[in-house]
């Protein structure tokens, strides 16, 4: 009987700090928090009015978009993105190559056969803090990991 209520009571506490650890995409400033510690970031709005996160991360220029937003706010995704002008110098064989080795990051040739690396990212119902920034990490490194090996920068 104890251990049922003691379970309860530490439940009850602990419940609360587990909720406050969360971000989620409703909360594009918190999102913009944890991408500055990665280099800059400034938070702006799309074309049709949602959140946007603009920055450079090792020089690099990339954007966090926010997607399944009601009335430009409430969103439930981000998608990180970044896009290289290179005068259509890139095949679909590269982007497709790089596609099949690397779990982060996908890679396509926009409409002017330019170069683009994304990351699409579900924050519904919130994750931890550390899991945003580690996945901010991963683009990071997503990011270095296109420019050396498909870009030869």
């Known amino acids: 009987m104890w251990k049922g209520i003691l379970a309860g009571v530490m439940l009850a506490v602990v419940q609360p700090v587990w909720a406050a650890d969360l971000v989620d995409a409703t909360d594009p400033q918190q999102v913009m928090n944890l991408a500055r510690g990665y280099g800059s970031a400034n938070l702006s709005t799309d074309g049709v009015g949602d959140p946007m996160i603009?920055?450079?991360?090792?020089?690099?220029?990339?954007?966090?978009?926010?997607?399944?937003?009601?009335?430009?706010?409430?969103?439930?995704?981000?998608?990180?993105?970044?896009?290289?002008?290179?005068?259509?110098?890139?095949?679909?064989?590269?982007?497709?190559?790089?596609?099949?080795?690397?779990?982060?990051?996908?890679?396509?040739?926009?409409?002017?056969?330019?170069?683009?690396?994304?990351?699409?990212?579900?924050?519904?119902?919130?994750?931890?803090?550390?899991?945003?920034?580690?996945?901010?990490?991963?683009?990071?490194?997503?990011?270095g990991q296109f420019k050396s090996e498909v870009l030869g920068q």
Not at 67 to 89: H, L, M, V
Not at 113 to 136: A, F, H
Request: aromatic share 14%.
């Open 54 to 143: 603009t920055g450079r991360m090792d020089g690099t220029r990339y954007s966090i978009m926010f997607y399944g937003c009601s009335d430009n706010r409430n969103c439930k995704t981000i998608r990180f993105s970044s896009a290289w002008a290179t005068d259509g110098q890139y095949t679909l064989e590269d982007m497709n190559a790089w596609n099949e080795g690397y779990r982060f990051g996908k890679a396509y040739l926009d409409d002017e056969g330019d170069p683009v690396l994304e990351m699409n990212v579900n924050l519904r119902y919130g994750v931890s803090r550390r899991n945003l920034d580690d996945t901010i990490d991963w683009w990071r490194v997503a990011l």
